[in-house]
Each structure stands twice: as C-alpha cells, then as structure tokens.
C-alpha cells in the first residue's frame, strides 16, 4: 500500500504520453505540480471534493480548542488544487455556511475560476453542507433537504441531504448533477453507523429512480464522498438492480497516476480508502470515457484536506463506450 512518502505527483493522466518517455517523465515531475492539460472542443471537466470542514467549528486540543474556521493554509492549499484542475463543474463536500461558500467561490475568482452558478444544499446536519459551482446555468433544482429514515422507535434525517441541479451545458445538452456526502464511518450513540449510511443509500436510490423514471434519457452524473467502499450494499443500492438496465448507474473507473485508486487518508490509522466516486446514468455513460477519468494527486494533497479531488471528463457529443479498465 502506498505511503505518503512515495506518491507522486501527476494533476493530470497522461495517456498520450509515449512508453519510451514515460519512466523518464514520471521523475521528472515527482517533486512538481502539473497543471491540467487543456481541455478539447466540446468536452467539460467536472471535479467532485470533499474539502475537509471548509467551516466554523471548535479545533486544537485541550485547552486550546477554540471555534474558529478551516485554517488559511488549508485554505490556500484547496484553492490551489482546484485552480490546477480547472473544473468548469464543482462540487464540493463539508462546506458551512452559504458564507462559506461564497468565500470559496470569491477565492477561485481572484485565482482566475469564474463560477456565476451555484447551488447550496443540505439535509439534517447543521454543520455540513453541500456545494456546487458551475460555470453553466442552473435551469432546475431538486435538492432534498427533508427526507429521514426510520431505526426501531427512533426517526433519523438525511445528514446532508441530496444535491439536485441540471446544468444547461449547450443549447441541448443539459448534465443533471446530483450531489451527496453520506453518513461518516464514525460510530454514534444513537444507532450503527453502517445502517445509518444504508438507509441514506436507499433514500438516494429512490431518489435516482424517479430522476431516471421520468426521464430516462437523462444524463445524470452522481458525485461525492459515499464513505463506503466498492462492493459493500450501499455501494451495490445505489448502482441498482442489474435487472432494470434503464435504472442502473454505471460507476466511474478512477485511478492516480501510480494505478492506485485510494481517494482518502485516515492519518490517525494510516489507513487508505476509496470513498469517492462518479455515477453515470445510462445515457451520459455514452459521453464519458474512463481513461480520461483520474483522482487528482499531489504530494502535499493531506495540506488541503483528507480527501483527493476526483475528476471525469463529460464529451457534448455521445461516442461509442469504451471499455472500463478492469
């Protein structure tokens, strides 16, 4: 498993790059930041985050805990990542305040990200929240704020709700973005913590049913941190019932530069986790090619947040499916 010591540094998955020359510029860049490449004609580039409490809220220890808001190198550190990817699409975990927000959104602007849209969403924790920032209109919202869930004689709320907006990307390519950031693997008194994340999941799949239902042309792209590895039931709720095809979301292959697919560190336990995925509907799977697809890697990426940035690339023109890595 790989050590913090050992990433490398790449911002961006070079395909092109040719074999004879790739040893070569993989050192060479081990110690640098690499800025995105450009994108081509008729694609954008979205980018899902979870920024590590982009809040107010108590921090230090002891004596010393104070509240007070995500530390400015922190700060900085974020700002810097987004800027080298260059999203036209944002859409960010465990931000506050509408404030908070807008404060991200003013910081990108002076480093040269322009976002006029943006959407704020939440559900029953009134800490953490959702955000998007785009560089396209926002022509509908659905974002639930309300839902909740049932545990023996207790009711629990959706923490953070679900994000629900559709982009107008082009006069007729419209991207229904929908946003979540579901329970922590952190235990609570109140009931299991897996269970409570089950339930969300579910709540989730209903919801991704009805967007699917009534438009099953749709061309839905489900982002965030599901704190849920591959292959556990939430995971396989949320992909759907292979049985219904029209309903079922395809899930993204992301990998780092190194071929590794960790999107999230737990210094506390040196553990590595992926946490973080893409969604595709059945019919925006025809405008996405994995290989474009990558988690973000910086040397310093723990300096922002516990979370690495993950990216897709969405093309406006449909195109035959590439085959998933394995």
Not at 91 to 116: M, N, Q, T, W
Request: a neutral charge.
């Amino acid at each position: 498993m790989q050590r913090r010591g050992d990433e490398r540094n790449p911002g961006w998955r070079r395909a092109a790059v040719p074999a004879a020359f790739f040893v070569f510029w993989a050192a060479c860049l081990a110690e640098a930041q690499v800025p995105a490449e450009p994108l081509r004609a008729g694609s954008i580039r979205v980018c899902s985050y979870n920024l590590k409490n982009w809040l107010s809220m108590e921090r230090g220890f002891g004596p010393n805990i104070v509240p007070t808001s995500k530390p400015e190198k922190e700060k900085e550190k974020v700002v810097s990542f987004i800027v080298d990817i260059a999203p036209q699409v944002l859409g960010v975990c465990e931000i506050g305040s509408e404030d908070d927000l807008k404060e991200l959104k003013g910081r990108l602007e002076k480093a040269g990200l322009s976002y006029p849209h943006v959407v704020y969403a939440h559900g029953g924790d009134p800490v953490r929240r959702l955000g998007l920032l785009s560089q396209f209109p926002v022509v509908a919202q659905n974002s639930q704020a309300d839902l909740s869930y049932q545990l023996g004689e207790l009711t629990f709320a959706f923490k953070r709700g679900i994000l629900d907006a559709t982009l107008q990307v082009s006069p007729d390519f419209s991207l229904h973005m929908v946003g979540v950031h579901l329970k922590s693997k952190r235990e609570v008194s109140e009931a299991d913590q897996a269970l409570m994340r089950r339930n969300e999941a579910h709540l989730l799949r209903e919801h991704l049913d009805r967007i699917l239902t009534d438009a099953p042309d749709g061309k839905v792209l489900l982002y965030g941190d599901f704190n849920e590895e591959p292959r556990e039931a939430p995971i396989e709720e949320i992909i759907g019932n292979r049985a219904t095809p029209g309903l079922l979301m395809h899930e993204v292959a992301l990998r780092d530069a190194n071929n590794e697919m960790w999107t999230h560190f737990w210094d506390l336990h040196d553990l590595y986790s992926r946490l973080d995925y893409f969604f595709l509907s059945p019919a925006l799977r025809l405008h996405v090619n994995d290989h474009e697809a990558f988690i973000y890697s910086a040397k310093d990426f723990d300096k922002g947040s516990d979370h690495r940035p993950i990216v897709v690339t969405v093309d406006l023109a449909a195109k035959k499916r590439s085959r998933s890595r394995k």
